[in-house]
């Protein structure tokens, strides 16, 4: 697998989320609401970086709710998908909020995106419910998936 760093996303890495996010989906986000979540104190905005280039492969965008991390958007630049990258990215988040024992985590996936769901089978999520019609461009429905709280191993 490419040697990954990883960072905040910053405000000046909107132009290249905007390339992968246009290439990632039917319906992408706009600039204003990636602006809007990097600016978010109860946000995660992960990147992943090629650590030779500093190019930007990957990233997730992440909200806090009382009760869950709420997974909103997760997409890996497509010359660099099946290598692992979006897998990582999740597993940082994990360990970024492993201290936070209360809070689950949910996200919403189209149902025909079987790979997707795949990786987060993987990571151990599980379908919980649908949520009919989600996706605006299509209609299609979304697979509400939920994985209970990360809690750090007790160390002795």
């Known amino acids: 697998m490419t040697e990954l760093r990883y960072r905040r996303l910053e405000l000046r890495d909107l132009a290249d989320i905007e ?16 602006a809007s979540e990097i600016a978010k104190p109860s946000s995660i905005c992960l ?4 650590a030779a280039s500093g190019e930007l ?3 997730l965008i992440i909200s806090r709710y009382v009760d869950a991390w709420h997974v909103m958007n997760v997409a890996v630049e497509p010359a ?9 990215l999740l597993d940082r988040l994990f360990e970024l909020t492993a201290d936070d024992g209360r809070r689950g985590y949910t996200l919403e996936v189209r149902i025909s995106n079987t790979h997707a769901i795949a990786l987060y089978e993987r990571l151990g999520f ?31």
């Open 80 to 88: 660099y998908r099946r290598r692992g990258i979006a897998s990582a």
């Open 57 to 59: 492969l990957a990233y």
């Open 47 to 50: 990147g992943a970086f090629e």
């Open 19 to 34: 390339r992968i996010e246009r290439r990632s989906y039917p319906t992408p986000w706009s600039r204003s609401m990636f």
């Open 126 to 156: 599980q379908g919980r419910g649908i949520r009919r019609g989600y996706y605006t461009d299509n209609r299609e429905d979304a697979l509400i998936m939920w994985k209970d709280p990360v809690r750090e191993a007790a160390h002795g």
